[in-house]
């Protein structure tokens, strides 16, 4: 079993609609939870970042973590033309980062 | 005001010869990595510098050689290149082993 799972996708959704994006691993260890995204032909950019169970907002992203679970998600709430790129969860562990292999996301206007 | 900046941002090369690409970060971060992001877009770490020290080697083949001049940059220099190693390589740094990281644009590396 990988270490952290993330669904490649793609994920079509209608321009406004409520996107849910989610990762699961496997190791207890990991004690700093991420979401990056990447847009086509250029590097991640960290978008949320937390280190506890329960919910984080920033604007329209609200980043969700259940370590009894194993799950995080990412909640991305009137989806937007823009939003449409790569979303890569993340965790730390051992001073090492471990990536998903990045969900691909497609906003339809 | 680029943060973290890679140089070349494109490379096309011959198999077999060697290259290199360079890092530079003005965060005044401590800690600096190299990712490589293959064609499926998995984005694997293969070294970990902090404060000019190596403190993570994942098993990458030793062709592949990072050097830190100082705490602001991380080059990796590449010996006989193989078409495998055609990839997108990212450098990113952090101010800390345990923080988030800030990714360069990356380094298109194509070997034919």
């Known amino acids: 079993q990988k270490e952290v799972e993330q669904d490649p996708g793609p994920l079509s959704v209608p321009e406004g609609a409520i996107v849910s994006l989610n990762c699961t691993y496997s190791?207890?260890?990991?004690?700093?939870f991420m979401w990056y995204r990447q847009y086509s032909r250029k590097g991640p950019e960290l978008l949320m970042y937390t280190y506890s169970s329960g919910n984080k907002e920033d604007g329209r992203f609200t980043a969700q973590v259940d370590k009894s679970s194993k799950y995080i998600s990412l909640f991305i709430r009137d989806s937007q033309p823009s939003d449409s790129a790569t979303y890569l969860c993340?965790?730390?562990?051992?001073?090492?980062?471990?990536f998903g292999k990045g969900t691909r996301l497609h906003i339809l206007p | 005001d680029t943060a973290v900046s890679q140089t070349p941002k494109y490379l096309v090369t011959q198999m077999g010869n060697d290259k290199s690409i360079k890092c530079e970060q003005n965060l005044g971060h401590d800690t600096m990595y190299w990712y490589k992001q293959d064609s499926k877009k998995f984005l694997k770490i293969m070294f970990s510098y902090n404060n000019k020290e190596l403190i993570i080697n994942e098993t990458v083949p030793n062709r592949f050689s990072p050097k830190s001049p100082d705490k602001a940059h991380l080059n990796l220099h590449i010996n006989s290149l193989e078409l495998g190693d055609s990839a997108v390589y990212f450098c990113?740094?952090?101010?800390?082993?345990?923080?988030?990281?800030?990714f360069g644009p990356g380094t298109r590396l194509t070997v034919l």
């Open positions: 993340a965790m730390n562990r051992d001073d090492k980062i471990i």
């Open positions: 190791n207890s260890a990991f004690q700093y």
């Open positions: 990113a740094s952090s101010p800390g082993t345990e923080n988030e990281q800030f």
